[in-house]
């Protein structure tokens, strides 16, 4: 049929359940483009519905009157509306709301990575049982195609790594303790101030958040399945600024990185603050911004960066969807996502065996002898020592710490989180050194 008169056919009807920030989003480009998304989709989109849980708060968008309702039935019960965009967050209700969509016969697109990261089994399987699809392109890195990419673009691959900033919230952070020299409460105050952090920015910002996304895209480029148990995970709020500084001395920044590698037939998996050296392009990804490297053994290295959250860039995803999902290609793709796989292929690294070169900083006794205490202990479990910093206390530090004590940085070679678990056992029977001592891996 040619395009023109598709156009003319009755549009497809859309239900939206939740018209917060990125809903709203949704909903304005629908109205405002409608052509743009005809000629896409081969049919008109039309939003039927939108729903809400208080009928009284102001939307900032003009809808038809009688579009938005708080009755989610409205959606689920309406035979003639064909999708339904999920955009509820948190895991219950939404997932009983994705589950009733999927059985009231709608194809559902959604932005929900939490829900899928903890229910995503369920859900795909009902789907498909149902003969429905879900897509979810906004669930990961916001405004850039990185599902799109991972699933449809590298499909000659195997992809071998993905190296990601997948926060905003935490990249915000680290940019702005680096630029300004602030500490990270001074940081995170200026970002929930510019609304690039939530009043309660736990999820963002002790790695949650980039967990969730780094499970989904490990789940579609390795067919594996992990839970975010299984996810070594630390994030940015217990970061010291000295350790910015000193790493900017050894010629590195440092990056909230989320990491998938396959390494010797098992995952290596990990979310956690990492040394990043200045000229590579993770290191360039600055602000509110999210980086995705993805290494395919056809392809080789590939590189993606934009916004990966707020509301245009996260409805650009959303709409997206709606179009593939209209236009037929949703159904195609969701069959052969390899999140079906089973067995899965690959097992998960177990972390002992993770191998990185370490940032290590020790606060130790300002006395002869504690340098060379500390090598012999790391000599003897194989770890060797690529560089040492010495200073005075920085400022920051002499609060916390008993004057006579000094930073010490040391950088290793590659070795095993497991030697190096063992090396600080021993390390924190030393009467010279001030515990907690920190540790970070350094990327590459
Ligand atoms: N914001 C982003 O930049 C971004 C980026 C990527 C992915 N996401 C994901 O997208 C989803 C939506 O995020 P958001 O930022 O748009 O959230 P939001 O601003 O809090 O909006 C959520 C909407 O859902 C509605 N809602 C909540 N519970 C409901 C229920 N039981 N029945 C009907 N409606 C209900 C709310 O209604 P009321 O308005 O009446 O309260 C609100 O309109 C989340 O899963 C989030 O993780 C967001």
Redesign the pocket.
């Known amino acids: 049929m040619p395009p023109s008169a598709s156009h003319a056919s009755k549009p497809i009807l859309i239900g939206i359940?939740?018209?917060?920030?990125?809903?709203t989003g949704v909903a304005r480009v629908l109205t405002e483009h409608p052509e743009r998304l005809a000629r896409r989709a081969g049919r008109r989109l039309e939003l039927r519905r939108a729903?809400?849980?208080?009928l009284g708060?102001p939307r900032g968008i003009e809808l038809p009157p009688g579009t938005v309702t708080d009755q989610?039935s409205a959606v689920i019960d309406d035979p003639e509306i064909d999708i339904a965009v999920h955009?509820?967050?948190g895991i219950h209700?939404a997932r009983e709301i994705l589950l009733d969509l999927l059985k009231g016969g709608k194809d559902v697109v959604t932005?929900?990575?939490?829900l899928l990261c903890e229910c995503g089994e369920e859900l795909f399987t009902t789907a498909r049982d149902l003969g429905r699809t879900i897509a979810f392109e906004?669930?990961v890195a916001?405004g850039i195609p990185i599902i799109a990419t991972v699933a449809q673009s590298l499909a000659a691959n195997q992809i071998t790594s993905i190296s990601a900033i997948l926060n905003g919230t935490s990249n915000y952070i680290l940019t702005q303790m680096a630029r300004e020299n602030w500490d990270y409460a001074q940081a995170l105050h200026q970002a929930q101030q510019l609304g690039f952090a939530e009043a309660d920015p736990t999820l963002d910002v002790d790695g949650s958040d980039a967990a969730q996304k780094l499970i989904l895209l490990t789940w579609l480029a390795f067919g594996v399945r992990a839970q975010l148990a299984d996810v070594h995970r630390q994030g940015i709020d217990r970061l010291d600024l000295s350790d910015l500084r000193f790493a900017g001395e050894l010629g590195y920044t440092i990056k909230l990185l989320a990491v998938a590698r396959l390494v010797n037939q098992q995952i290596e998996l990990h979310v956690q603050p990492t040394l990043v050296r200045r000229q590579t392009p993770l290191a360039q990804i600055h602000g509110p911004f999210n980086a995705i490297g993805l290494v395919g053994d056809v392809v080789g290295e590939t590189w993606y960066s934009g916004p990966g959250?707020?509301?245009m860039p996260?409805a650009s995803a959303v709409v997206a969807d709606l179009i593939d999902t209209v236009a037929g290609r949703t159904r195609i793709n969701f069959e052969r996502l390899e999140l079906w796989r089973s067995p899965a292929p690959f097992s998960l690294q177990p972390r002992e065996k993770i191998e990185s070169r370490f940032y290590l900083r020790f606060q130790v006794l300002d006395r002869p002898h504690v340098l060379a205490d500390i090598a012999d202990i790391l000599g003897r479990n194989q770890i060797s020592i690529a560089s040492v910093i010495q200073h005075e206390p920085p400022e920051s530090l002499t609060g916390s710490s008993s004057a006579n004590t000094v930073p010490l940085i040391i950088m290793t070679h590659r070795t095993t989180e497991g030697q190096l678990r063992e090396a600080e056992r021993e390390l924190a029977r030393l009467n010279a050194i001030t515990p907690p001592h920190v540790r970070m891996p350094v990327a590459g």
């Open positions: 359940i939740g018209l917060g920030t990125v809903g729903v809400v849980r208080d708060k989610v955009l509820v967050g209700p932005a929900n990575k939490a906004a669930a916001g959250a707020g509301q996260t």
